[in-house]
């Protein structure tokens, strides 16, 4: 199923709290992550990969439906 939230290139963003806690990984260094979304791409109709430039050592490639948009003013959304 395609993922409803959208995000552009030069977007700020974060592993979305859903995702860690999917994953297990609710504490470490992952969840403090923070990225700038370089590029999209779409290699299917149904899923979005973002290539992150991320402050530290992690994955450079996102699926976007994992991501969460953060800011100054922004929460982790809950996708």
Not at 17 to 40: F, M, P
């Amino acid at each position: 199923m395609k993922s409803t939230f959208t995000v552009q290139i030069g977007d700020k963003v974060a592993y979305s709290a859903k995702w860690l806690q999917s994953t297990g990984q609710v504490a470490g260094d992952i969840g403090h992550a923070r990225g700038v979304v370089v590029a999209l791409e779409s290699p299917t109709p149904d899923w979005t990969l973002a290539t992150i430039k991320w402050d530290g050592d992690f994955p450079d490639t996102v699926n976007v439906a994992n991501l969460a948009k953060v800011g100054a003013n922004s929460r982790f959304c809950a996708q």
